[in-house]
């Protein structure tokens, strides 16, 4: 999902704020942004409108939309959860069961002028809690617990009650990207907005047929911009051109009720992370967020009139076994996998180097910045320790033992990317002396079709998300079906009833002190089941050019765009 799950990459109520807050230069008046165009590159080229699918979850759809399609929250630049006030308000109103109050804003509008009310929440609900057959979603964490919305046509006011305690809620429901226009999935679904809210009261999946197919598949690009009708906007921005394989143009909305954007365009260019310090160079972007390293953070800082910002991020890099349709569903050939991967190698060779301080990542479900990693770490109990140097040996052995000598290994990632087409090498380096045959399978379509359909043996790529516990737990919960529908960010289809118990009750534990040990016991067992082997944690790397202000960084999932419409420039 947008705003809880972990994202693809190539990626609680009280707060005063109500928009992103900025460091640096005053905003200048919305009258200044005036025919002004600020452009900033990422590597990703955008690909649906709906970035909650299981199939669509991704940093290219989801970071270029933080301010198109808005919710009751986000998260700010420093990483928390921040209300949007401007959408609405929310409140906990009881803590036994808990009861969560979410209040439209009544001004709230999409830009085709129909009122953002009852049915676009109906549709998030529907769309990503699981209790309504056919639809596709990246995880329902939070959304499961609480039961149909109880509005009518035109409301702007829904009260939810969780089944149980949820750590989380603040950062659970109807964050951004998460509301979606219903006037369009009721006019393609050949539903009046009555007949659709009655059919989701009712849990009626045939009624909303036609309705739920075009939520999965038909806000998917195909190679150009959808028309106006079917891609209304909630933010102050709004799409308004899509040129396949060069760029994503924004315009400034409106009819968003808000405050306006302080320059009127905003250009997202897809531009190869190996390419965006020279793009900066030569004026084509303004901002990039390159893929860090020595050689890239030494040109940037050679730059003259060029801001560069580094720090820590919640982005990890890891190896995903398919566990539906590959070997690795046999456990020793993951052990023996696990045995020759050069963890600490790699650590080295392409972390260190920007990043003098980086170690091995050893968890799944925290970040090394969180106070709490060091005692999940100790609660693993060893069991990661044991692939932190290579064992070649011991992986012969067990591909001796396992009759599978010579065994081919796709591992596929999202191409181009220096950095992973480095990984890869570097295991294959290694693993094909322990008798594996390592076959680089990087494909510029990987996210798109690889991931979803488990065309690879292992998967190289990484998660971006946030310090929500329960934005991970949905990954490592075992799907009820292995397919698009069904499995939502668990893309390998690991399973173990355990870890499903533990991360339930981590997400009922409102006590985040109470929550190290049950997630402490969860990594354990997903390090005996080897689940997914983590590698490193990504470091940002941020530049913008002379003139432009009001560029925050922000270490979650989204991304740099989270408040370009508070971007300026000179």
């Not at 759809?61 to 209300?83: E, H, M, S």
């Not at 009624?207 to 106006?228: C, H, P, R, T």
């Not at 306006?260 to 967020?289: C, M, S, W, Y």
Request: glycine share 10%; aromatic share 8%; proline share 5%.
């Amino acid at each position: 999902m947008a705003g809880g799950a972990l994202l693809l990459s190539a990626c609680a109520g009280t707060d005063s704020a109500s928009k992103p807050t900025t460091s640096g230069s005053a905003a200048a008046s919305s009258s200044s942004g005036a025919g002004k165009t600020i452009t900033f590159a990422f590597d990703q080229e955008f690909s649906s409108y709906n970035g909650n699918t299981g199939a669509e979850n991704s940093s290219r759809n989801n970071l270029p939309l933080q301010r198109v399609l808005t919710g009751f929250w986000y998260y700010g630049g420093d990483g928390t959860v921040t209300p949007d006030k401007d959408f609405g308000t929310f409140e906990k109103i009881s803590d036994d069961p808990l009861k969560v109050k979410y209040t439209i804003n009544p001004a709230a509008v999409w830009s085709d002028g129909t009122p953002i009310d009852c049915d676009d929440l109906m549709l998030a609900w529907a769309a990503n809690s699981g209790k309504i057959k056919g639809f596709s979603t990246a995880g329902t964490t939070g959304y499961e617990l609480t039961d149909v919305p109880n509005c009518e046509k035109g409301g702007k006011e829904i009260t939810h009650t969780y089944s149980e305690p949820f750590g989380d809620w603040a950062g659970a429901l109807y964050s951004v990207g998460q509301i979606m226009p219903a006037q369009v999935v009721e006019k393609k679904g050949g539903l009046s907005e009555d007949e659709f809210i009655e059919a989701v009261k009712k849990k009626d999946a045939k009624k909303l047929a036609d309705a739920i197919k075009f939520y999965n598949d038909g806000w998917v690009m195909k190679g150009q911009l959808l028309s106006e009708d079917l891609i209304p906007s909630s933010g102050p921005y709004k799409l308004s051109k899509f040129d396949a394989g060069q760029s994503l143009t924004f315009v400034a909305n409106d009819k968003y009720w808000g405050p306006k954007p302080q320059v009127q365009t905003v250009v997202e260019r897809f531009i190869a992370l190996d390419q965006q310090a020279q793009a900066l160079q030569n004026g084509e972007v303004n901002i990039a967020v390159p893929q860090p390293g020595p050689d890239v953070l030494n040109q940037l800082n050679a730059l003259e009139g060029v801001t560069v910002k580094t720090g820590p991020q919640y982005f990890y890099d890891h190896l995903d076994f398919n566990m539906d349709s590959s070997p690795f569903k046999d456990r020793t050939l993951r052990e023996a996998f696990a045995k020759c991967v050069p963890r600490q190698l790699i650590v080295d060779n392409l972390i260190k180097p920007l990043n003098p301080n980086a170690a091995i990542l050893q968890t799944r479900l925290v970040a090394s910045v969180q106070p709490n990693y060091a005692d999940v770490v100790n609660g693993i109990g060893g069991e990661d320790k044991k692939y932190d140097q290579v064992d070649i040996e011991g992986a012969k052995a067990l591909l001796k033992k396992a009759g599978k000598e010579g065994l081919e290994v796709k591992i596929g990632y999202q191409s181009p990317n220096p950095r992973r087409t480095s990984v890869a090498q570097l295991i294959s380096d290694s693993c094909n002396k322990a008798g594996f045959k390592i076959k680089d399978n990087g494909d510029e379509n990987f996210f798109g079709n690889g991931l979803t359909n488990n065309t690879y043996d292992v998967a190289l790529f990484g998660w971006i998300g946030s310090d929500l516990i329960s934005g991970s737990t949905s990954t490592y919960t075992s799907p009820s079906k292995c397919d698009s529908e069904h499995k939502g960010n668990n893309n390998g289809c690991y399973s173990n009833k355990k870890v499903d118990e533990l991360l339930k009750k981590v997400n009922a534990t409102t006590d985040k002190a109470a929550q190290t040990p049950l997630v402490a016991e969860a990594e354990k067992i997903m390090w005996q089941d080897l689940a997914t082997i983590p590698l490193y944690e990504n470091p940002n790397l941020t530049a913008w050019s002379e003139g432009v202000n009001n560029v925050v960084p922000n270490p979650t999932q989204a991304g740099i765009s989270w408040n370009m419409d508070k971007w300026t420039i000179e």
